[in-house]
T-cell receptor, first 113, second 113 residues
């Protein structure tokens, strides 16, 4: 089975721009979660989607949004980028059918200049 | 919400010795406790997990113990090898509620050859 795939691997943007990150979970996994990882704040939960519906959301501003498609692929969008949005953005899928174990991709490293 | 504290933040051990990383959690409703290993340039990799109805779990050189009363759990790595060098994260979650892993701040483990 292929693992969780995230694209692009690296991204450089400037303040005020917007960005879209993509994630494809392991085949058959219906849940996708997004996390932000920074040296200062560690791993912070952004949101989780299950069967195209957002079922949980972390404490991030509305500039951070996401969606999930019928094939379980997910996208995360950040609008009006700020310097503090520079981070590693990780996507993860949950094991089926127990929805217990979380499997991460390698992440997208976003740098905002 | 859940809060997970992890100690130590850095740990250096001689190759062949044991390493222990400790975490405490605040939400008594949490019932699932995974450990992740993150190598440079990669996403976190699940290495072992434990449910609250189990006190100890072992997988080759890795073991996890859980004390529900004291709300703490630990990762034990025996016979350490250079490839064990990485950052380790503990996490806690209440399965069956709003699935959301809360992570500790990480431990950078260095194995000295």
């Amino acid at each position: 089975k292929a693992g969780v795939t995230q694209t692009p691997r690296y991204l450089i943007k400037t303040r005020g721009q917007q960005v879209t990150l993509s994630c494809s979970p392991i085949s058959g996994h219906r849940s996708v979660s997004w996390y932000q990882q920074t040296p200062g704040q560690g791993l912070q939960f952004l949101f989780e989607y299950f069967s195209e519906t957002q079922r949980n959301k972390g404490n991030f501003p509305g500039r951070f949004s996401g969606r999930q498609f019928s094939n379980s692929r997910s996208e995360m969008n950040v609008s009006t980028l700020e310097l503090g949005d520079s981070a590693l953005y990780l996507c993860a899928g949950r094991s089926e059918p127990t929805n217990e174990k979380l499997f991460f991709g390698s992440g997208t490293q976003l740098s905002v200049l | 919400g859940e809060n997970v504290e992890q100690h130590p933040s850095t740990l250096s051990v001689q190759e062949g010795d044991s390493a222990v990383i400790k975490c405490t959690y605040s939400d008594s409703a949490s019932n699932y406790f995974p450990w992740y290993k993150q190598e440079l340039g990669k996403g976190p990799q699940l290495i072992i997990d434990i449910r609250s109805n189990v006190g100890e779990k072992k997988d080759q050189r890795i073991a996890v113990t859980l004390n529900k009363t004291a709300k703490h759990f630990s990762l034990h790595i025996t016979e350490t090898q250079p490839e064990d060098s990485a950052v380790y994260f503990c996490a806690a979650e209440r399965l069956g509620g709003n699935e959301k892993l809360t992570f500790g701040t990480g431990t950078r483990l260095t194995i000295i050859p």
